[in-house]
């Protein structure tokens, strides 16, 4: 296993610890780890680029654990009721459609990398749900600030997940 994929699977593994802390009320530790966490996406990439390890495995399994680690923790986010479930359903429906397109691609022995639209959507995401931390951990007043962030995201999202298939027009004509 090459350096970027073991950071990578370090931050699925965190994903899995942050929604257990964060479930039994842990809010300070689970956001320290979501930080370590999404730093981590930095840094898979820069190394694998730095040591010139890019695998189509990585630039699949890349995206994919920042989907689980956002998911996961927006799904706890609705549970504690801080997150509208409608939001969510936006992300993991637009985040379906990308990853079908992507497999199908795959199929077509092709892999289809990130996009800037898309990694706008993952750094918005991010940010909404350190604001969303921060307000669980005892800055109340952010919750109008992560109101108006969070349509932000869904604006972001839908558009991202349109481009992603007007790029891809060719993969969805079958």
Known sequence: MNVPNFITWVRVVLTAIIVFLL?????????????????????DGYFARKLNQVTNFGKIFDQMSDKILITSILIVFVQLGLVPSWILVVIVFRD???STVRMAAAYGNKVIAANYFG???TVSQMVWTIGIFLQLVGFESLVI???????????LT?????????????????
């Open 145 to 155: 600030f992560n109101v108006l962030l969070s349509y932000l995201v869904v604006f």
């Open 119 to 121: 990694k706008l959507k």
């Open 96 to 98: 379906t459609l990308v």
């Open 23 to 43: 479930l039994n009320g842990f809010y300070l530790s689970a956001f320290v780890l979501f930080l370590i966490a999404s730093i981590s996406d930095y840094f």
């Open 158 to 174: 839908v558009v991202s997940g349109l481009v992603y298939m007007v790029q891809n027009k060719e993969i969805l004509k079958g």
